[in-house]
């Protein structure tokens, strides 16, 4: 048991930091890091096994990680031809696409290299798989907790709901995305007053953009008014640009109405953890909500929410990779 140790460890830091606060990147790490180490201490155990059962614990061990990545590109290429025949040909909607191309171009790449019979050549194969080990491993803690944070449920009253906007159709029209968001916290409000509690407002966050010809947060409103929501109900913020305008705009909009207010902010499911941490930076006082978004939608819209996660904490992501990088020259000139 002695090799749960660290796992154990792991864990009851990451409860604690959970406990902090639930919107902190770090928190994603150490989850990241205690299922390693749980995979560690059961390897472990598989000398104690049967023959059979250790030979297959092996096979797995070993096969999952290839089977699972190509069965990943596989996937992606595949949801890339879907979303580039729903949604178009922009650079966005092509980021599955890219990442399933990506993983068989880097498998190929590491392959050629590691079958040079060189040792550099084999050096610089290793370099390349760590740094893509590194990748891999923070995309899956983004992942990993991103699913765990989208199971936060409301508790306790609030005083708003926060629905953070995004681009309009035609410049006027609600897209089917924001549609998504306004009914989600439509259902938090109705859910709110069904039990008692206080009706929390309906806050809309959203300004003009250059090709829009009103406002996010009016064009929010009406499709609340016109769904039944009470005018009285809905409070509009019109000023932002950016999810970070949006949430530190609407936290003014808040605090001056009520110090210890308190707070549901509701985007698409997608985009709900990264939406979080924004929140916290902006001393926004709740948690974040994700609405339901299409299946065929979610694996590139998720792939963009980790780039500009792993952007946001470039400093330490680019020195460890960079670190890798030049270790790996070293060590592949020194072969």
């Not at 770090?26 to 990241?32: H, I, K, P, Q, S």
């Not at 250059?210 to 913020?237: H, K, N």
């Amino acid at each position: 048991m002695i090799a749960f140790v660290p796992a154990a460890v792991l864990l009851v830091l990451f409860l604690v930091s959970v406990r902090a606060d639930r919107r902190r990147f770090r928190n994603a790490v150490l989850l990241g890091l205690t299922l390693i180490c749980a995979s560690l201490g059961v390897l472990f155990l598989i000398p104690a096994l049967p023959g059979p059962l250790a030979v297959a614990a092996w096979a797995l061990v070993l096969l999952i990680p290839g089977l699972g990545t190509l069965a990943l590109g596989c996937f992606l290429v595949g949801n890339g031809l879907t979303m580039i025949r729903r949604e178009g040909r922009s650079p966005t909607n092509l980021l599955s696409f890219a990442a399933g191309i990506g993983i068989f171009a880097l498998t190929a790449l590491v392959l050629t290299l590691a079958g040079q019979g060189s040792r550099a050549m084999d050096t610089l194969a290793a370099g390349l798989v760590l740094v893509v080990g590194y990748v891999s491993f923070i995309f899956v803690c983004f992942l990993a907790y991103a699913f765990l944070y989208g199971r936060i449920r409301v508790r306790g009253d609030v005083d708003y709901v926060v629905v953070l906007g995004s681009g309009l159709i035609g410049g006027d029209r609600v897209p089917p995305l924001l549609a998504s968001r306004l009914a989600k916290g439509r259902q938090i409000q109705d859910v709110q007053a069904a039990r008692g509690g206080r009706v929390p407002l309906l806050l809309a966050s959203g300004g003009r953009g250059s090709d829009e010809q009103l406002s996010e947060a009016r064009a929010m409103a009406d499709w609340l008014i016109a769904s039944g929501v009470p005018r009285e109900q809905i409070v509009l913020e019109d000023r932002s640009r950016t999810t970070r305008e949006n949430l530190e705009f609407s936290h003014a909009i808040m605090e001056a109405a009520d110090p210890d207010y308190r707070c549901v902010v509701v985007t698409n499911n997608f985009h709900a953890f990264r939406a979080a941490m924004t929140a916290r930076r902006a001393g926004v006082n709740g948690q974040v909500l994700g609405s339901a978004t299409a299946r065929y939608f979610w694996p590139s819209a998720t792939i963009r929410e980790f780039v500009a996660v792993f952007w946001e904490h470039r400093a330490v992501n680019l020195t460890v990779c960079g670190a890798i990088a030049v270790l790996t020259v070293v060590a592949a000139l020194a072969a």
